[in-house]
C-alpha cells in the first residue's frame, strides 16, 4: 500500500506522533478493507537490525546498538498462535467488548513500514499462505527479557513461494494478518539476510504496529 506521508524513527517515540500514526492506519485498514467494522491498535515496535535483544538480557550492548530499538526478527513466524491470540483479544478489549467480538469474526492484523530511508539490508518477506499446509508450523516458545511468549515457527518447505519488495521506501506499507477467527489466512513473515547486500548498506530501521480488527461478517 502507498502512502504519502512518511515517519521517523525518532518522531514515532512521541506520544502525539504516534497517535497520529495510529489514526493513518486505521483510515488506511478502513480504505482497503470496507468489511472492517473497528480497529484497536495495540502494539507498535521499533526495530533496527543492530539490536540484540540476548545481548542486552546479559547487559551487553553491541557496537551501534541503540536501546529504543528491538532487533529483527531473522526466523519464519507467525505472531499468535491460536492460544495467544485469544489471550491477547481479551487484554486489548473490556469484558464488554470482548462478548461482543467473540460472536462475530475478528482478527489481529500487522501493519509494517521502513522508516527514515528505504530498506538496505534485512528487508521483510512473506511466505505466500497459499502454498503453507497445517503440518508446515510448531509453536515455538521465545524468551525475549521480561517475559515468555509462543508464536507459530514455520518450518522449511521447498513448496514454499517467497514474496518480498527491494528497498521498500518509507511511503510504502505492508498490511497482513497474523490471526483471523474465519477463513482469512495468516502470513508466515521473516527479515531477511540477502547475498550480495552491500557492506555499507544501512541498518533497516522499521516499525509494526499490531491491531485487533472486527469485521462486519
Known amino acids: 500500500i502507498d502512502n504519502t506521508r512518511t515517519f521517523s524513527s525518532e518522531e514515532v517515540q512521541d506520544e502525539k506522533i504516534i497517535k497520529e500514526y495510529e489514526a493513518g492506519l486505521i483510515n488506511i485498514m478502513k480504505k482497503e478493507n470496507p468489511n472492517v467494522?473497528?480497529?484497536?491498535p495495540f502494539d507498535h515496535t521499533i526495530r533496527c537490525d543492530t539490536a540484540d535483544d540476548m545481548k542486552r538480557a546479559e547487559g551487553v550492548y553491541a557496537d551501534g546498538d541503540d536501546p529504543k530499538y528491538r532487533p529483527v526478527a531473522l526466523h519464519v513466524h507467525g505472531d499468535y498462535t491460536e492460544e495467544s491470540a485469544q489471550v491477547k483479544l481479551k487484554t486489548v478489549l473490556?469484558?464488554?467488548e470482548h462478548a461482543e467480538w467473540i460472536k462475530g469474526h475478528w482478527g489481529i492484523v500487522n501493519i509494517w513500514r521502513p522508516l527514515d530511508f528505504p530498506i538496505e539490508r534485512t528487508p521483510l518477506a512473506f511466505i505466500d499462505p497459499t502454498t503453507v499446509?497445517?503440518?508446515d508450523w510448531v509453536i515455538k516458545e521465545i524468551k525475549i527479557p521480561g517475559r515468555t511468549g509462543h508464536i507459530r515457527?514455520?518450518?522449511?518447505?521447498?513448496?514454499h513461494k517467497w514474496v518480498m519488495m527491494?528497498?521498500?521506501?518509507p511511503n510504502r506499507v505492508w498490511i497482513f494478518t497474523q490471526?483471523?477467527?474465519e477463513k482469512t489466512p495468516w502470513v508466515p513473515h521473516s527479515a531477511l539476510d540477502v547475498i550480495?547486500?552491500?557492506?555499507?548498506?544501512?541498518?533497516?530501521r522499521s516499525i509494526e504496529s499490531r491491531m485487533c480488527v472486527r469485521y462486519h461478517k
Not at 37 to 40: D, F, G, Q, T, V
Not at 166 to 169: S, V
Not at 196 to 204: F, G, L, M, Q, Y
Open 37 to 40: 467494522a473497528e480497529i484497536k
Open 94 to 96: 473490556s469484558e464488554e
Open 133 to 135: 499446509e497445517p503440518d
Open 153 to 159: 515457527g514455520f518450518l522449511n518447505k521447498p513448496r
Open 166 to 169: 527491494n528497498k521498500m521506501p
Open 179 to 181: 490471526y483471523d477467527s
Open 196 to 204: 550480495d547486500t552491500k557492506e555499507n548498506a544501512r541498518p533497516r
